[in-house]
């Protein structure tokens, strides 16, 4: 399939058994041992998913996917009326295309009207090194930097490969010590384990996936789905 398909997506069903693969490049030891973690929790992707996921157009439900932002990077002002939350994975070629071509014509047209925050959810058997990307945004949001490396990791003018993370922390002026400790924290492996839980609970079975104001749309679709669905979600709030 063409990277030029818009309604495409990767999804965990297309992928490889997992087991008994190396990754492409060797991450981090924290992160291949979450790597181990999320090959078993990648099997079970799909068992709790919403009733809206497998119906075909936005529809205005509850999410959780949505909820427990606190600490997240949020591109926009806090009060926005409409929220947008991606589910990602730096390896999808759909998502770099989204992410490059489709998001900052969003950011620009709706600016001061939206607040944008992004997940993990690698997808383990089609990309191994997405996982170790996710830990190392994690790490760069840690450090207020999520965006800049978030650009760079889809980008990928170094590739993803374990050296090339540290050196997009190096150019983005992240503090290298604090940088590599984080890599190897438990608990900045946890926040991309409960991204894929909240994720795959909620209906997100492959990547790009996207919950607007409850509203959802999965796959990278063209630039005026996204904008019918953010246009329905700014007129529902303006009516509140």
């Known amino acids: ?20 693969e190396e990754p492409v490049s060797g991450p981090p030891s924290r992160v291949w041992r979450l790597t181990k973690l999320l090959v078993v929790f990648a099997v079970g992707i799909g068992v709790g998913y919403s009733l809206a996921a497998g119906r075909s157009g936005p529809r205005v439900i509850y999410s959780g996917a949505m909820t427990e932002m606190e600490g997240r990077a949020v591109h926009g002002p806090d009060d926005a009326p409409v ?10 070629s759909f998502c770099r295309r989204y992410n490059r071509l489709i998001l900052p014509e969003i950011l620009d047209e709706y600016e001061g009207r939206i607040r944008y925050i ?5 997808l383990l058997g089609l990309h191994p090194a997405a996982v170790g990307a996710a830990v190392a945004a994690v790490c760069a949001e840690q450090q207020g930097s999520f965006w800049e ?6 980008a990928q003018e170094k590739g993803l490969s374990p050296e090339s993370l540290l050196a997009y922390a190096q150019e983005t002026g992240l503090r290298e010590e604090a940088f590599r400790e984080c890599l190897e924290d438990e608990e900045t492996s946890k926040v991309v384990q409960d991204d894929m839980q909240r994720g795959a609970e909620y209906g997100v079975r492959g990547t790009p996936a996207f919950f607007i104001n409850g509203r959802v749309v999965m796959g990278a679709q063209p630039l005026e789905a996204f904008k019918k669905t953010i246009d329905a979600a700014l007129e529902d709030a303006a009516g509140d």
């Open 118 to 122: 992004v997940r993990h959810f690698p």
């Open 149 to 154: 490396y978030h650009d760079l990791l889809f």
């Open 1 to 20: 399939m063409s990277d030029e398909s818009p309604k495409s997506s990767h999804s965990p069903a297309e992928a490889p058994s997992p087991y008994g």
């Open 83 to 92: 929220t947008i939350v991606e589910y990602t994975d730096y390896e999808c």
